[in-house]
C-alpha cells in the first residue's frame, strides 16, 4: 500500500496491533497470538497499546475507539463510525515524511535543516527521514533532485501523488490554491452531458479532481509526461473529445509537442476511469495487450462455469476497462489495492474465489498480472459477483420447506432464504427422491436418507445459521473448491 511508505516503523507497529484487533473474532485476541503474529515482547506490546490510546486521545478519536486488556487478552471497543483507515489517515498527516512529500511536490522544500526548524525535530532525524523517503520513492522511479524537486517517471509520480491526496484529502481541494481549482473548472469537457458528472459516485468525482488538479501543478512546474500512446489511436477512441481536451490544454498555454502528449495521457485516464465510455470490442481491436488477456480469462471461464456468450459479453465489457487500468496505469494496479478480510467471498462465492485465484496462478510467467495479482484477484472475484449470476453457474440444491403452520408460513420462510442467499435452489412443496434438504419443525420418519434441519418457530439467529451451514456442505463441489483456502496469493513463481 503506498501510504505506508510514510509511516516509521513505529506508527507501522502500532497499526499492525490495531489491525490484528480489529480482525479478530469479536476484536479480541490474546496477548499471547498478538506477540506471536507481530514477533514482538510483551514489554513492546504493553508499550503498543498505551501508546495506541495515548494516539486516540490526541486525534480526537477517544469516542470512537479504546484497546483494553486483562493480563491474558487485549479488546478493541469501537464506536463502529471509524476504522484502521482513518487512524492511518491520522498518523500519515503527522508524519514527517508525509510533510516532506508535500513539500517536494509544491516545492517548497528549501534545506533539510530549514525543514527541521520548521517542524521543531534534530537536523539527524530530519535528515533520516528524508534519507528513508528518497529509498521509497525509488520503488516508484521517482528521485528527489539537487533542488528537491520530485523528478523522474513523470506518469509514476503522477499516479503516486493522485491516490496520496485522494486518500488523505478526499474532497479537500484547497491545497492546490484557487488558480489550478479555478482552471479545472474552465475545463468543459468535464462538466459536460458526455461525462455525467453529476451521475458519478462521489469517490471517482474527487479522484478526477485529483488527477486533473496534480498534472496542472506539475505542467505548471514545467514537467510533462513522454508520449505514451499513438495520437491518432487516441482519436479514434476518443473522437471530438480528444480536441476538446487539446483546446483546454492550449488555453492553459501548455506548448506543443507536450499538449499532444498531455492530452492523449488525460484521454488515458478518462477512458480508465470510464468517464468516457469506449466499446470493449474497440479497445481490444488497438490493444493487442488486452485482447490477449480477455481470450485467456474468457476461455478459462468459458470451460469453469459453461457460460453463455452472451454472459461472456456482459463480463468481457466490464473486465476490459480492469485489463486497460493494469497496462496503462500501473502503480495503482501493484501498488495501491486495500486488503480486505476475504472470508466472507472464499465461503459464499466459493466457485468464484477458486477461479479468480486459479486464473492468475496460472498466469505466473505473464508479469503484467502477477505484479498486479492482488489487484487483479479482488477484481476479477468483485466482478464475477457483480455480474455472473451463482443461480446460472450452481447446479441447483433441491430444498422441501415443510412447517405445521401452512402454506403461508413456507412461503414467508422460502421468501427469506431468497433474500439471505443466491444459490440455485428449487423449492419443493412436498418430499420426493429428488430433494437434498428438509427444512421443517417437525422430524419426517420415512425419509431418514435425506438430511433434515429441524428449527423452532419462528427461527432463531442460531436456526438460519445452522441452515446456511448445512447447505454449505450440500453446495456442488464445495468441498474441491474449499481445499484452495483463503491464503494470499502465493509470492512465488
Known amino acids: 500500500m503506498i501510504l505506508m511508505m510514510f509511516l516509521n516503523k513505529v506508527d507501522k507497529r502500532k497499526i499492525a496491533l490495531f489491525q490484528l484487533l480489529e480482525n479478530a473474532p469479536m476484536l479480541t485476541e490474546s496477548k499471547e497470538t498478538v506477540m506471536q503474529e507481530l514477533e514482538l515482547s510483551e514489554f513492546i506490546v504493553n508499550k503498543t497499546v498505551t501508546e495506541l490510546n495515548a494516539d486516540f486521545i490526541e486525534f480526537g478519536l477517544s469516542e470512537d475507539f479504546q484497546i483494553v486488556s486483562d493480563g491474558i487478552f487485549l479488546t478493541l471497543n469501537e464506536s463502529g463510525t471509524e476504522t484502521s483507515a482513518t487512524l492511518i489517515d491520522c498518523y500519515i498527516k503527522e508524519s514527517l515524511r508525509f510533510a516532506m512529500f508535500q513539500d517536494f511536490f509544491f516545492q517548497r522544500f528549501d534545506s533539510v535543516n530549514e525543514f527541521a526548524l520548521e517542524h521543531f525535530v534534530s537536523h539527524t532525524l530530519a535528515y533520516k527521514e528524508f534519507k528513508e523517503l528518497k529509498k521509497m520513492l525509488e520503488n516508484y522511479q521517482i528521485t528527489i533532485n539537487k533542488e528537491f524537486h520530485l523528478v523522474g517517471n513523470e506518469t509514476n509520480l503522477r499516479e503516486v501523488t493522485t491516490l496520496v491526496f485522494l486518500q488523505l484529502y478526499q474532497r479537500d481541494f484547497s491545497l492546490y490554491g484557487k488558480k489550478v481549482l479555478e482552471q479545472i473548472r474552465n475545463f468543459e469537457l468535464f462538466f459536460s452531458e458526455k461525462v455525467h458528472l453529476n451521475q458519478r459516485a462521489g469517490y471517482a468525482q474527487a479522484k478526477c479532481f485529483h488527477f486533473l488538479a496534480v498534472s496542472l501543478v506539475r505542467t505548471q512546474q514545467q514537467f510533462y509526461v513522454e508520449k ?11 473522437g471530438d473529445n480528444q480536441q476538446n481536451v487539446f483546446n483546454w490544454l492550449e488555453s492553459l498555454q501548455i506548448p506543443e509537442p507536450q499538449r499532444t502528449n498531455e492530452g492523449n495521457y488525460l484521454l488515458l485516464f478518462l477512458i480508465a476511469e470510464e468517464w468516457l465510455q469506449v466499446a470493449s470490442a474497440a479497445l481490444c481491436q488497438r490493444f493487442a495487450e488486452i485482447q490477449q488477456l480477455n481470450r485467456d480469462l474468457l476461455s478459462y471461464l468459458k470451460i469453469q462455469f459453461q457460460l453463455s456468450e452472451e454472459v461472456l459479453q456482459g463480463f468481457e465489457q466490464k473486465v476490459t476497462i480492469v485489463h486497460f487500468k493494469l497496462f496503462h496505469f500501473p502503480i ?23 477461479a479468480s485465484r486459479q486464473f492468475i496462478q496460472e498466469q ?17 472475484l468483485l466482478l464475477m459477483v457483480d455480474a455472473l449470476p451463482l443461480k446460472k453457474v450452481l447446479a441447483p440444491i433441491t430444498l422441501c420447506v415443510d412447517f405445521s403452520f401452512g402454506e403461508a408460513y413456507n412461503r414467508m420462510i422460502q421468501k427469506n432464504i431468497e433474500k439471505i442467499t443466491e444459490w440455485n435452489i428449487i423449492f419443493k412443496a412436498h418430499v420426493d427422491e429428488s430433494v437434498q434438504l428438509i427444512l421443517s419443525d417437525i422430524h419426517f420418519v420415512d425419509w431418514p ?8 418457530a419462528p427461527p432463531r439467529p442460531v436456526d438460519w445459521s445452522h441452515f446456511i451451514k448445512t447447505l454449505s456442505a450440500l453446495r456442488p463441489h464445495s468441498g474441491e473448491e474449499n481445499k484452495v483456502g483463503t491464503a494470499p496469493l502465493s509470492s512465488e513463481k
Request: charged share 25%; proline share 2%; aromatic share 22%.
Open 228 to 238: 505514451k500512446v499513438d495520437s491518432q489511436v487516441l482519436k479514434q477512441l476518443a
Open 364 to 380: 505466473k510467467t505473464n508479469p503484467a498480472v502477477w505484479d498486479a495479482r492482488q489487484f487483479l484477484f479482488y477484481r476479477y
Open 449 to 456: 436418507e435425506i438430511t433434515q434441519i429441524i428449527w423452532l
Open 332 to 354: 495503482e494496479a501493484n501498488y495501491s489495492y486495500r486488503k480486505m478480510d476475504i472470508t466472507y467471498f472464499a465461503e459464499t462465492y466459493t466457485e468464484y474465489f477458486s
